[in-house]
């Protein structure tokens, strides 16, 4: 191992102090309540067993911002939408995030799906989402003209948004570390005990200590509270969702999202922009046992591709970018599984199954609310700091370029994003530095475009070289 | 302090550029020398890389530049020479230089270290050459785990960065490069544990524009016998089922011709082949795309949908040799170099080529100016699997043109364009194939 990668390292003993709060999981959810405790004044550690963040759940999803228009009345699932959806609206400027309103549309396949549209129009009503409507065939034509011929009815839904599933739980994670969070990876929790008020969590790094515990361990959740608490009130149940990634060039194809009528199980598959300009059609729902693996799988795909051409003719000639699949931490329960255990400063925040991204920031002021009924206060922090992030996406209307734009970048790495050496390098310093291809490719897109890192590899694992515990590869000894 | 902002790259200055050409690989190279040979004034050569010289720079084996020198180099040493060529007659190659787009007019958007600037030239010249298809558009099951690469992935590791991403690694594909792939492995002390191929010989063929002659098969024999000489046993028929593993490639699932499935430990997986044009810029920009080819839609100058934009070498179409993209790219030179002195021929009618058989895998140009003059002689097909049979030229109800050939995945076939149009009196043509 490199002297780069400082992983393997035991806590330090000044990280050994009591901490307020320790985040299990850094994913979306345990991103974004790192950052909402700290903001409201706690001292926050959060700990994740890989060694970049969003390893887990949140790596793979398909970066739509929801209004909540179709999630259960009634539900902590809608109230998380709900609140989430409001507060990226508030922040995502500050924190120099991408969101692209570009509205959705649910769209009616067959007369019985159309018979279906007034059900999800008075719900998505009942949810206090007022501006969703029923539009016709002939209007929906007008707005989505690549469609097929067999779109009949639509509801719209013009608060859908899409955003990037990774900028923004990096940029919840920055500004936790910047106002005074600590982060530790490569640091799986083992075991703990509670004792005097005091957790002790004995993790693969060492001991930590901290007041309160929040679960947010995903896919995992339910294996740590039966490791920690000796039961669980909920099974992890991973559900597998394969996409597929279309050129660029497919990407004005569609002018909103494309939701399917739903069904009982899942929403069914989605045709998304996302908002790096391509165009992508999945997840499918694929209950497995594995909570790590995913692989995806050749005649999937290729019926997610003929189901894009079955909606979208002119899918046809377009050539795929990429595939990946992700797994969604569902359970037994349709709802959210957030439990705050009082006797032993505890909170589980499980079974995010769907609606993580969306729900993120909603989660963290929710569990905030519970935390704070038990007595517990702190002093929130007064003009907090905003984080930096890289710019990913060109934004005039933000005043926002990309690096590329730029002078002094030294040298495009990356052809088909765009990514330059300096963004590399920055990527791979600092306390969320990359520690691993997959991390530096969230964090900044290298070898996600058109070629899949047929032109960079080469100089990837050169630039990388000593920051992966698995790099990209090795030096040749033969002199 | 310097404003660095302010500062712009050597490229726009007040002297206009004729010609830009996107790409300092073979074709662009040679297409920049022929228009300084041609007398054209300002020839920038636009290269992405921190060196000109393409593909061959990291294909450290020989053979390269029989067609151009006369002799056998190294990949390296015939990017250099190429590069050598270009600045003996005052191309400006402009290296580290992305085009981020091409619009109308030939207006381009770039990037340098001194960031994104806008230029313009008279004529652009698309030579971005190809890429091999990735494991994602391969659709191939499995992990996505690390240790899975294109051979010019590979190369570049290998002879550029001096690096290997694993020891003991699958080769998919019999192409040319596949072969190639073992000598790079070879070279760097990766041993490969198997080779497969999906089609039932292998897909290589004698690389006819080289040499041409009636040695294909024992040449293929020879290739045969290559694998196995370096101790990879070759399948052929046989297919990658899926890719297992956790963090790094462990195994890999295979189905031999006879059926039987088979798993093979690896460390790695090299997707060889199956190469794409390195239209990116023609994709996001302006102009018309042939599916079949994935390149832009040109006629026989190389004219794009754009007539200021012209395309040469791979991007045109995919997999051909160095030696077959330098000659085009030489033409392509000329024919630019002609269209800037209004010199080139008009055409009374221009007539599109149809495919109407999902056998034949391109035909390229799509179109065909009349009368025949300047250009490419020849329209140039692929097909997707071995046939034998006709190659059936019609337009309306008239057959014009029949040929029997026999046909191989990956394998040129070449028809003259006049032989082609010359019993064409009007409308289009529509090119089927008849197996017999």
Redo the contacts between chains.
Sequence with gaps: MSSKNQDHISLTPASNEIFDIVVIGAGVVGCAIARGFVLEGAHVAIVEKASDILDGASKANSAILHTGFDAPSGSLELDCIRDGYQEYMEIHQELGLPLEKTGAHVVAWNDEEVARLDSILSQAHANGVADVALIGKKELQTLEPNLSGNALAAISVPGEAIIDPWSAPYSYLRQALLNGAEAFFTCEVEAGTFDNGVWQLQTSRGTLKSRHVINCAGLYGDQINEKLLGRSTFGIMPRKGQFVVFDKAAHSLVNSVILPVPSERTKGIVIFQTVFGNLAVGPTAEDQISRRDVSTDKDTLQSLINAGIDKIPALKHMPVTAVYAGLRPATENKDYQIELDETQNWITVGGIRSTGLSGALGISKYVYKLYSQTGNKHKPVKNPQLPKSPVLIEASTQGLRRDWQKSDHEEVVCHCELVTKREIEQALEGSLAARSLAGLKRQTRVTMGRCQGFYCTARLAELTDGHFSNPIAKKINNG | MVD??V?KSSLGSDIPIDVAIIGGGPSGLSAAIELKRCGVSRVVVLE?E?EAGGIPR?CGHPPFGMREFKRILTGPNYAKKLVALASAVEVEIHT?T?V?EARPDGELLI?T????EVINAGRVIYATGV??M????R??????N?GI??S??LQ???Y??????FKRPIIIGTELVSFSTIMTCHH??IKPVTMIGEHDEITARWPYSVFPGLIDIPFRTGLRIFPRIMGIPLHLGARLI??DG???VSSVQIELANGIRQTVECDGVILTGKF?P?A?LA??GHLD?D?AT?GPVVDQYGRCSDPVYCATGNLLRPGETAGWCWNEGRQAGRLVADDLKNKLPEFDRRIQIYLSDTLIKYAMPKFVGLPLSAGMEDLQLRFKNSAKGYIIGTSGEETVYRRKVSVHPEHRVIIALDKLTNKCSEGNIQLTFEER
């Design positions: 660095r902002a500062e992405r921190s990291h580290m992305t981020v990037t270290n001194f960031g994104a890429r091999e990735p494991r994602s558009a659709l191939i099951s499995g992990k996505r690390s690469v294109n010019g992935a570049s590791m290998v550029l960065k001096h690096r290997m991403p760097a002390g899926a890719i956790d963090d790094n794409t390195e990116t994709l996001s795309i599916p994935g």
